[in-house]
């Protein structure tokens, strides 16, 4: 349940909300940081559930001391009028046999702002890719069919290469083949419940391991913003 900050925040028309999912070496949510620290962008809200393990800290983005006595939480939202952008941070992992429910609460939200698209940015263990997915680019990206004839032209042109659909067993025909997106949280859940609730969402991800993800988060949400253009410039040059 989203509770807004102060007033009755909503989304513009033609918004995108960009959040992370709680995956491999935290490289969604380093992402994030990277879009609300960069763009500057307004607390408007917080995302209300019991999902998520309770945390409370001091304000990431404080840029005084002022700004440093202020309280953040487990879910927070984010907003960018002037780039028609939302974005959820999520500061905490799911609370065991959460998921299904928390899914089902996000998608109830979405539809109710009735954002533009939604685009998940998370990750997968580079350890355990397929054979296929060795070689090239170690990004992929999941498009429900509500989205899938809007941007299909624009990723074609971008050259970017869609979640490959894996057997786990040998001997396994190419129509029981599935998406396996391993330490990607509740990644695949998310996007299996934006299919069938029609809600036009990507995914975006990228293969790497545990530890210093910071370079990863550079490399993810600079490959993203060739798509969404969120930053005038590499997030690398920052």
């Known amino acids: 349940m989203f509770v807004p900050a102060a007033g009755d925040w909503r989304p513009p028309a033609d918004c995108t909300l960009v959040m992370p999912a709680v995956s491999v070496g935290n ?31 001091n304000n990431p983005y404080a840029t005084n001391d002022e ?18 952008l939302a974005v959820l941070q999520i500061r905490s992992p ?6 299904r429910a928390f899914c089902q609460a996000l998608t109830s939200w979405i539809k109710e702002c009735a954002f533009t698209r939604v685009v998940v940015i998370s990750s997968s263990h580079a350890y355990q890719r397929d054979d296929s997915q060795l070689l090239g680019t170690p990004f ?17 042109t971008l050259e970017w290469k869609e979640m490959e659909k894996i057997s786990l067993y040998s001997d396994i025909n190419e129509e029981e083949k599935k998406i396996s997106i391993p330490g990607g949280g509740f ?15 990507a995914v975006v991800l990228k293969f790497c391991s545990e530890g210093d993800n910071i370079p990863d988060a ?15 410039h590499r997030v690398s040059n920052l």
């Open 140 to 156: 992929r990206y999941l498009v429900t069919p509500a989205l899938q004839t809007l941007v299909e032209n624009t990723l074609k």
């Open 94 to 99: 799911l609370i065991k046999k959460k998921s």
């Open 27 to 57: 490289v969604g949510q380093l992402a994030i940081d990277l879009i609300i620290s960069s763009l500057e962008m307004i607390k408007v809200g917080y995302f209300y559930t019991d999902c998520l393990v309770p945390m409370v800290g």
């Open 218 to 232: 550079f490399a993810l949400l600079d490959h993203i913003n060739r798509w969404l253009n969120l930053l005038d």
């Open 187 to 201: 990644t695949k859940q998310l996007f299996k419940d934006c299919c069938s609730a029609g809600i036009p969402m």
């Open 67 to 84: 700004h440093a006595k202020e309280l953040c939480i487990n879910a927070e939202v984010y907003a960018g009028p002037e780039k028609k």
